[in-house]
């Protein structure tokens, strides 16, 4: 089983500085988020849903929770620099993983008319069964 939720964090786009002694790039306000093109957010989960393989060791020993991946999008749309910020463990990390990488064509975020580039978040939950998601949602209700 598994729930996602697609993370609308506050995202910056990011523009090259001007000034050469700056080592991090000066962030842009985004006007419009990127959209992906298969669908939008009901086709982020459609494809996620229908390409989920949940790792057969994580299931037989019970071990789920939030995988959360972020991700770029770049000025043409296209998805790079795929990594986890919160995982849980190896095998449950490289399914997200492969999971994200399926995302491939959305429209690319604009920052006052222009196409910016910008980091995406997007939790994946992973549940072995019913009664595991129940605890794990309990537990952690905020």
């Known amino acids: 089983m598994l729930l996602i939720g697609f993370l609308a964090l506050p995202v910056m786009g990011q523009k090259k ?3 050469k002694k700056t080592k991090a790039p000066a962030m842009a306000v985004v006007d419009k988020m990127p959209v992906f093109l298969n669908g939008g957010q009901e086709g982020v989960y459609k494809i996620i849903a229908d390409s989920m393989v949940y790792p057969k060791s994580a299931k037989e020993e019970r071990v789920g929770g939030k995988v959360l991946v972020k991700f770029n ?3 043409l749309g296209k998805t790079f620099d795929i990594g986890i910020v919160e995982g849980i463990r190896p ?8 999971l994200v990488k399926l995302l491939k064509k959305w429209s690319p975020a604009l920052s006052k008319g222009r196409k910016v580039r910008v980091e995406m978040k997007l939790p994946l939950y992973f ?3 019913v009664n595991f998601q129940r605890e794990w949602e309990e537990k952690n209700r905020k």
């Open 91 to 98: 095998d449950l990390d490289q399914e997200a993983i492969r």
């Open 127 to 129: 549940f072995p069964d």
């Open 73 to 75: 999008v770049d000025t």
């Open 17 to 19: 500085s001007s000034k």
